[in-house]
């Protein structure tokens, strides 16, 4: 059996960890870049970034994200807007709750 066909069912995982490793790899080559750059505010930039070099590497490479969490703040402040200045707090949730 054909190495691809027998591993097919870890290919899309493997592909995907290959992906996220090569992100980081960029990334840290952007920001070596970046220091070697004669640009002051791309060196505060990259301070920041080394400060908290742990997040960085999880925001690029792991595949959790907060986008259903955005989404619903969103859709909140859309309504907000919609309602502002027509009825009180009652009614805004109710419209936030049967969105």
Request: with cysteine; proline share 3%.
């Amino acid at each position: 059996m054909h190495w691809a066909v027998a591993g097919s069912g870890r290919w899309p995982e493997l592909r995907m960890s290959v992906r996220r490793r090569c992100r980081w790899a960029s990334t840290s080559a952007w920001i070596t870049t970046a220091r070697a750059a004669d640009l002051p505010h791309l060196h505060a930039f990259t301070r920041a970034l080394d400060q908290d070099r742990d997040a960085v590497q999880a925001a690029v490479t792991l595949p959790f994200h907060n986008g259903g969490a955005e989404g619903v703040n969103t859709k909140t402040k859309r309504i907000m807007r919609q309602m502002h200045g027509r009825s009180g707090f009652a009614l805004l949730r109710h419209r936030i709750l049967l969105a």
